[in-house]
């Protein structure tokens, strides 16, 4: 293990996460969502109940779960907006073969993440070894696999848009459980995903390469790191993501439909820009995507509840706060402000320790 | 014969040629389409929209940027213009502010991908989440349906008997002065020199930031008449109206030909990519398929052009170099080699 893995100094380790790049915006991050919580317990008290926290956070599960692996081709340089189709293509999948094909469930579910994965690998194929641009076959990816999700949901008896349901009771207590009566199972899921892809993106040699081969695709390709690999791997990630996903999901409504993945998109590139991720390639952390997209559901939630704001309006404070985060932190690295905010910096210190 | 051959090579003879061959493919399966003129016809009609979209992201792509914001933009003016009209208000004024909102929206996203050096792609699809809420608080779950007779219409006007209508015509014209004014202008070819190379442009004078963000303005323009033309063609306008047109308009310029990398492509291949476009689920109908290969097929062909474009400009990369290299050292042994022969 310790090959893989680098040698963790405690001391060093905890210096190295105080400095480091993404530490204070996930800081930053964390205020955010503490001011949610604040601004929005204060005033509606309802939202401060973890029962209904959660049920808000594995509603917006695609969000969760894809953003942090999302993240991972972003650092290359590339994007990826085909995963919410890859999400209901995992469900037809799903519900195709367990009505159609009489597999077991859990062999279907299997199926859906394999094909799902396969799905990723396709388009990281086209990007990496055909040197076309991500944003291209990913959108194509998006039109072709929403439209097999479509095809093959014809293969059941049921209408496209009444979905196919029905299925085991064992399958739906994926969704259904919870661990000691409070954290849903799908919550459990993704901090088990999320610990995997920290581990994998900013504690193994894997990670490295991902990062170098988003600084400089040719620089990794000359100091022997497979750099297309690499890059092809990231949307393999992206699309095993969009598979669990799938799977949790088509448990947790109980029903398999091809829109399942909705419109969230937009709201996954939002996590990772907003955790610090640069859509240039080369920065980010999966934990401040977990962070932005914690704070992305919570603005969803709160909105609603709190202020009456209807769901569909919700599209413009996200939108806001993505354009806001984006124009500060431009703002924040001009040369005239940093020089400025430079001269500032004592007084902000001696503000903070007071 | 040295005009044919340019026009002959050019990047969106490739979509012209698919086009046609579509058409006739289409043709030998269903000889029904081909019979009556109207059918390929009504898929021109039925294009201007997207031609106008794609026209419009074509701007934003020329100067190496996107704008994913184009289908709310255009769903926006489109609802706000319906209203107006739907409440008998005067029709120029509908369209003068719709055609301002284009504008003032182009203006933001020009001055945060050219001013503020956003990347266009996160800046813009923040304005589309806004834009897009705006729509929910004009449209909420109503809808839009009472608009003129007059305006609806107006899209479906055609002269002297002809299977094509005057606003097809009035876009394609529109689409050839600006391909004029885009490869035969001083100004024009700005966009193209930005887009291939910002830092070489600024170096020989060209104002890249005010070219980046008159591009951008001109992409909000064009979405707003595109908006216009879509409550009158459509007749109607939901909240839902100009979801996802954003990923038509780029996949109609890729397949016409232009380069998401910038400076490569015309106006006249994102007005083809953007019949193609408009034509899969017709020509699909007539081919005897579902609507359900609809989406399926626009991303085969989406995939397959793409990749292969690539393919095929990679090779000819390697062997320009291979060319380069010979050339070189035929220039140092030429003098000898050609002797000898």
Same mark, same amino acid.
């Given at each position: 293990?310790?090959?893989? %893995?680098?040698?963790?100094?405690?001391?060093?380790?905890?210096?190295?996460?105080?400095?480091?790049?993404?530490?204070?915006?996930? &800081?930053?991050?964390?205020?955010?969502?503490? +001011?949610?919580?604040?601004? %929005?317990?204060?005033?509606?008290?309802?939202? &401060?109940?973890?029962?209904?926290?959660?049920?808000?956070?594995?509603?917006?599960?695609?969000?969760?779960?894809?953003?942090?692996?999302?993240?991972?081709?972003?650092?290359?340089?590339?994007?990826?907006?085909?995963?919410?189709?890859?999400?209901?293509?995992?469900?037809?999948?799903?519900?195709?073969?367990?009505?159609?094909?009489?597999?077991?469930?859990?062999?279907?579910?299997?199926?859906? =993440?394999?094909? +799902?994965?396969?799905?990723?690998?396709?388009?990281?194929?086209?990007?990496?070894?055909?040197?076309?641009?991500?944003?291209?076959?990913?959108?194509?990816?998006?039109?072709?696999?929403?439209?097999?999700?479509?095809?093959?949901?014809?293969?059941?008896?049921?209408? +496209?848009?009444?979905?196919?349901?029905?299925?085991?009771?064992? %399958?739906?207590?994926?969704?259904?459980?919870? &661990?000691?009566?409070?954290?849903?199972?799908?919550?459990?899921?993704? &901090?088990?995903?999320?610990?995997?892809?920290?581990?994998?993106?900013?504690?193994?040699?894997?990670?490295?390469?991902?990062?170098?081969?988003?600084?400089?695709?040719?620089?990794?390709?000359?100091?022997?790191?497979?750099?297309?690999?690499?890059?092809?791997?990231?949307?393999?990630?992206?699309?095993?993501?969009?598979?669990?996903?799938?799977?949790?999901?088509?448990?947790?409504?109980?029903?398999?439909?091809?829109?399942?993945?909705?419109? %969230?998109?937009?709201?996954?590139?939002?996590?990772?820009?907003?955790?610090?991720?640069?859509?240039?390639?080369?920065?980010?952390? =999966?934990?401040?995507?977990?962070?932005?997209?914690?704070?992305?559901?919570?603005?969803?939630?709160?909105?609603?509840?709190?202020?009456?704001?209807?769901?569909?309006?919700?599209?413009?404070?996200?939108?806001?706060?993505?354009?806001?985060?984006?124009?500060?932190?431009?703002?924040?690295?001009?040369?005239?402000?940093?020089?400025?905010?430079?001269?500032?910096?004592?007084?902000?210190?001696?503000? +903070?320790?007071? | 014969?040295?005009?044919?051959?340019?026009?002959?090579?050019?990047?969106?003879?490739?979509?012209?040629?698919?086009?046609?061959?579509?058409?006739?493919?289409?043709?030998?399966?269903?000889?029904?389409?081909?019979?009556?003129?109207?059918?390929?016809?009504?898929?021109?009609?039925?294009?201007?929209?997207? @031609?106008? @979209?794609?026209? /419009?992201?074509?701007? /934003?792509?020329?100067?190496?940027?996107?704008?994913?914001?184009?289908?709310?933009?255009?769903?926006?003016?489109?609802?706000?213009? !319906?209203?107006?009209?739907?409440?008998?208000?005067?029709?120029?004024?509908?369209?003068?502010?719709?055609?301002?909102?284009?504008?003032?929206?182009?203006?933001?996203?020009?001055?945060?991908?050219?001013?503020?050096?956003?990347?266009?792609?996160?800046?813009?699809?923040?304005?589309?989440? @806004?834009?897009?809420?705006?729509?929910?608080?004009?449209?909420?779950?109503?809808?839009?349906?009472?608009?003129?007779?007059?305006?609806?219409?107006?899209?479906?006007?055609?002269?002297?008997?002809?299977?094509?209508?005057?606003?097809?015509?009035?876009?394609?014209?529109?689409?050839?002065?600006?391909?004029?004014?885009?490869?035969?202008?001083?100004?024009?070819?700005?966009?193209?020199?930005? !887009?291939?190379?910002?830092?070489?442009?600024?170096?020989?004078?060209?104002?890249?930031?005010?070219?980046?963000?008159?591009?951008?303005? @001109?992409?909000?323009?064009?979405?707003?008449?595109?908006?216009?033309?879509?409550?009158?063609?459509?007749?109607?306008?939901?909240?839902?109206?100009?979801?996802?047109?954003?990923?038509?308009?780029?996949?109609?310029?890729?397949? !016409?030909?232009?380069?998401?990398?910038?400076?490569?492509?015309?106006?006249?291949?994102?007005?083809?990519?953007?019949?193609?476009?408009?034509?899969?689920?017709?020509?699909?109908?007539?081919?005897?398929?579902?609507?359900?290969?609809?989406?399926?097929?626009?991303?085969?062909?989406?995939?397959?052009?793409?990749?292969?474009?690539?393919?095929?400009?990679?090779?000819?990369?390697?062997?320009?170099?291979?060319?380069?290299?010979?050339?070189?050292?035929?220039?140092?042994?030429?003098?000898?080699?050609?002797?000898?022969?």
């Amino acid at each position: 293990m310790s090959g893989i %893995f680098p040698k963790l100094d405690s001391q060093n380790g905890l210096r190295r996460l105080w400095g480091g790049p993404n530490f204070r915006w996930n &800081l930053f991050l964390l205020a955010l969502l503490l +001011a949610e919580c604040v601004v %929005f317990g204060a005033a509606n008290a309802k939202f &401060l109940s973890l029962n209904r926290v959660f049920i808000a956070a594995v509603g917006d599960l695609p969000i969760w779960f894809i953003s942090i692996f999302v993240t991972f081709v972003m650092i290359t340089g590339g994007i990826d907006i085909q995963s919410c189709a890859i999400v209901g293509f995992t469900s037809i999948v799903i519900g195709v073969g367990w009505q159609a094909f009489g597999m077991n469930i859990w062999t279907a579910a299997a199926l859906g =993440v394999v094909v +799902a994965t396969l799905c990723g690998a396709l388009s990281g194929f086209f990007v990496a070894y055909c040197g076309v641009q991500a944003m291209v076959v990913t959108l194509g990816g998006s039109f072709l696999y929403g439209g097999l999700a479509l095809l093959v949901s014809t293969l059941s008896g049921t209408a +496209a848009y009444n979905g196919i349901s029905g299925f085991p009771d064992g %399958f739906k207590a994926l969704a259904k459980t919870t &661990l000691f009566g409070v954290v849903p199972l799908p919550i459990v899921i993704f &901090l088990l995903l999320l610990l995997c892809a920290y581990l994998l993106l900013h504690r193994s040699k894997y990670g490295r390469k991902v990062f170098l081969v988003g600084v400089n695709p040719q620089a990794a390709e000359y100091s022997g790191v497979n750099a297309r690999a690499v890059v092809m791997s990231t949307y393999v990630l992206s699309g095993l993501a969009a598979g669990i996903t799938g799977v949790v999901m088509t448990s947790q409504l109980g029903i398999a439909k091809s829109d399942l993945g909705g419109n %969230f998109t937009m709201m996954i590139i939002t996590a990772c820009v907003l955790g610090g991720t640069l859509s240039t390639g080369g920065k980010g952390s =999966v934990i401040g995507t977990a962070l932005a997209a914690v704070a992305i559901t919570l603005l969803r939630f709160g909105m609603p509840l709190c202020f009456g704001i209807n769901k569909q309006y919700l599209d413009i404070p996200i939108g806001v706060l993505l354009v806001v985060v984006v124009v500060g932190r431009a703002v924040a690295g001009n040369p005239a402000v940093a020089a400025w905010l430079g001269r500032l910096r004592p007084k902000k210190k001696s503000k +903070a320790g007071a | 014969m040295n005009a044919v051959k340019k026009v002959l090579k050019a990047r969106e003879m490739t979509a012209l040629l698919f086009l046609a061959a579509l058409f006739v493919v289409v043709g030998i399966i269903n000889p029904a389409f081909l019979a009556d003129s109207k059918n390929v016809a009504n898929c021109f009609n039925d294009s201007v929209v997207y @031609i106008l @979209i794609a026209v /419009a992201m074509a701007f /934003a792509i020329f100067i190496g940027e996107i704008d994913v914001s184009v289908g709310s933009n255009l769903g926006l003016v489109a609802a706000v213009v !319906g209203t107006m009209l739907q409440d008998g208000k005067n029709w120029f004024l509908a369209f003068f502010i719709g055609i301002l909102m284009g504008t003032v929206v182009g203006l933001i996203n020009g001055w945060g991908v050219a001013v503020m050096k956003i990347p266009s792609l996160i800046f813009t699809l923040g304005t589309n989440g @806004i834009l897009r809420g705006l729509m929910y608080l004009q449209v909420g779950t109503k809808q839009v349906t009472d608009l003129p007779i007059g305006f609806k219409g107006a899209s479906s006007y055609a002269l002297f008997g002809l299977p094509l209508t005057v606003c097809f015509f009035c876009v394609l014209l529109a689409a050839a002065a600006i391909h004029g004014v885009l490869t035969r202008t001083k100004r024009g070819r700005y966009f193209i020199a930005v !887009g291939d190379n910002a830092g070489g442009a600024e170096l020989v004078g060209i104002p890249a930031i005010r070219t980046k963000v008159l591009a951008y303005v @001109i992409c909000g323009v064009l979405c707003a008449v595109a908006g216009i033309l879509f409550a009158s063609r459509a007749g109607q306008v939901t909240s839902q109206s100009g979801n996802g047109y954003e990923m038509k308009a780029v996949a109609a310029c890729v397949l !016409g030909g232009i380069s998401l990398s910038g400076g490569v492509g015309s106006v006249v291949g994102a007005g083809i990519g953007a019949v193609i476009m408009a034509s899969i689920s017709a020509l699909l109908v007539f081919m005897g398929f579902s609507s359900n290969f609809d989406s399926a097929i626009t991303g085969v062909i989406l995939i397959t052009i793409v990749v292969v474009d690539a393919l095929v400009q990679r090779r000819a990369a390697v062997r320009n170099r291979h060319a380069r290299l010979a050339a070189r050292t035929t220039a140092r042994t030429g003098g000898k080699e050609a002797a000898e022969q």
